[in-house]
C-alpha cells in the first residue's frame, strides 16, 4: 500500500508541473512575430520640373536661376532632361540637354548645348529626399567662369558650377504655394522675403520626348504677376505647364509649385 500512495502522489506531482500548477513557475514567454522588413518604394519616376541657380559665392556678379526638367524612368536606367538659358528676346534660343543614369535615388550625367553662339558642357548628381519628395544636387560648367557681352541685346556671368531642384508636377512647396493661369498671365501667392522669382512655361510633350521644352521664362524683382509676352506662340488646344520658384535674396528656395493650363 505504501508503494501505491507513492506512485500516486508521484504521479498527481508530475500532473500539477506539466498543467503549471505546480506553485510559483513563470507564465510561458509570449512569442512575438517578427514584422516583415519593409522594402523601400523605387524614387518616383515621370517628367519632373524645377530649377538651376547659379552659385553666388563663384559668380556673385549675376547668379540667375533657370528652367530645368527631367523626365525619369519608373526604374534604374538612362533619362533626358534640358537646361533652360534664355531670358530676353534679342538672345538665341538656349539650352542645354541633358543626358544621365538614375540608380537607385541616385542620379548622375551631363550636360552640353549652345549659350549664345559658345560651347557649353559640364556634369551634375544628385539625390532623392524621400522626406522631401525632392530630386536635387549640383551641376558644374567645364568651361568655367565666363563673362558675356552681347550688347546692345545683354552682358552678364556664366557661372563655374551651381545647384538644382526638381519636383513633381503640380505639387506645392510649401503645401500653401500656390499659382493660376489665366489667358496668358500667370498668378501666385505672395511669400515673406521673397527677392527673385523665376517663372517659365513649359510643352510636357517636347518634355517627355526630345528638344527644348521652354516655351519662355524670365526672372522679377517684385510683384505676383507676370503674363508670357504676345510674341511667344501658345498653341490654342493644348496644354502647358506654368512653373513658379521664389527665392530669397541670399538665392535660396522660399517656395516653388508648377501648375497645368491648356490655352482656350
Given at each position: 500500500?505504501?508503494?501505491?500512495?507513492?506512485?500516486?502522489?508521484?504521479?498527481?506531482g508530475?500532473?500539477?508541473v506539466?498543467?503549471?500548477?505546480?506553485?510559483?513557475?513563470?507564465?510561458?514567454?509570449?512569442?512575438?512575430?517578427?514584422?516583415?522588413?519593409?522594402?523601400?518604394?523605387?524614387?518616383?519616376?515621370?517628367?519632373?520640373?524645377?530649377?538651376?541657380?547659379?552659385?553666388?559665392?563663384?559668380?556673385?556678379?549675376?547668379?540667375?536661376?533657370?528652367?530645368?526638367?527631367?523626365?525619369?524612368?519608373?526604374?534604374?536606367?538612362?533619362?533626358?532632361?534640358?537646361?533652360?538659358?534664355?531670358?530676353?528676346?534679342?538672345?538665341?534660343?538656349?539650352?542645354?540637354?541633358?543626358?544621365?543614369?538614375?540608380?537607385?535615388?541616385?542620379?548622375?550625367?551631363?550636360?552640353?548645348?549652345?549659350?549664345?553662339?559658345?560651347?557649353?558642357?559640364?556634369?551634375?548628381?544628385?539625390?532623392?529626399?524621400?522626406?522631401?519628395?525632392?530630386?536635387?544636387?549640383?551641376?558644374?560648367?567645364?568651361?568655367?567662369?565666363?563673362?558675356?557681352?552681347?550688347?546692345?541685346?545683354?552682358?552678364?556671368?556664366?557661372?563655374?558650377?551651381?545647384?538644382?531642384?526638381?519636383?513633381?508636377?503640380?505639387?506645392?512647396?510649401p503645401?500653401?504655394?500656390?499659382?493660376?493661369?489665366?489667358?496668358?498671365?500667370?498668378?501666385?501667392?505672395?511669400?515673406?522675403g521673397?527677392?527673385?522669382?523665376?517663372?517659365?512655361?513649359?510643352?510636357?510633350?517636347i518634355?517627355?520626348?526630345?528638344?527644348?521644352?521652354?516655351?519662355?521664362?524670365?526672372?522679377?524683382?517684385?510683384g505676383?504677376?507676370?503674363?508670357?509676352?504676345?510674341?511667344?506662340?501658345?498653341?490654342?488646344?493644348?496644354?502647358?505647364?506654368a512653373?513658379?520658384?521664389?527665392?530669397?535674396?541670399?538665392?535660396?528656395?522660399?517656395?516653388?509649385?508648377?501648375?497645368?493650363?491648356?490655352?482656350?
Amino acid at each position: 500500500m505504501k508503494f501505491i500512495k507513492r506512485a500516486f502522489w508521484f504521479g498527481l506531482g508530475l500532473a500539477l508541473v506539466a498543467c503549471g500548477g505546480g506553485g510559483d513557475d513563470p507564465a510561458p514567454t509570449q512569442v512575438v512575430p517578427v514584422p516583415t522588413p519593409v522594402i523601400p518604394a523605387s524614387p518616383p519616376s515621370g517628367l519632373y520640373v524645377g530649377y538651376y541657380q547659379e552659385d553666388q559665392a563663384t559668380n556673385p556678379e549675376d547668379p540667375v536661376p533657370g528652367a530645368f526638367s527631367l523626365n525619369l524612368p519608373s526604374g534604374d536606367g538612362s533619362f533626358s532632361g534640358s537646361m533652360f538659358f534664355t531670358y530676353v528676346g534679342c538672345q538665341t534660343s538656349n539650352v542645354g540637354l541633358v543626358s544621365g543614369t538614375k540608380a537607385g535615388s541616385s542620379l548622375s550625367g551631363n550636360w552640353s548645348g549652345t549659350v549664345d553662339g559658345t560651347a557649353q558642357s559640364g556634369t551634375y548628381m544628385g539625390t532623392y529626399d524621400p522626406t522631401a519628395l525632392v530630386y536635387s544636387g549640383t551641376y558644374a560648367n567645364a568651361g568655367g567662369k565666363q563673362f558675356r557681352d552681347l550688347s546692345p541685346c545683354i552682358q552678364y556671368t556664366i557661372a563655374p558650377k551651381g545647384s538644382w531642384e526638381m519636383f513633381a508636377i503640380e505639387s506645392h512647396s510649401p503645401a500653401t504655394f500656390n499659382a493660376a493661369v489665366n489667358g496668358r498671365t500667370i498668378l501666385w501667392g505672395a511669400v515673406p522675403g521673397a527677392a527673385i522669382t523665376l517663372v517659365y512655361v513649359l510643352d510636357p510633350q517636347i518634355a517627355t520626348s526630345s528638344g527644348n521644352p521652354v516655351v519662355w521664362q524670365t526672372v522679377i524683382t517684385t510683384g505676383v504677376t507676370t503674363s508670357v509676352p504676345s510674341t511667344m506662340i501658345l498653341q490654342a488646344g493644348r496644354q502647358y505647364i506654368a512653373a513658379v520658384g521664389v527665392l530669397d535674396a541670399s538665392y535660396r528656395r522660399l517656395a516653388f509649385t508648377s501648375q497645368r493650363f491648356t490655352v482656350p
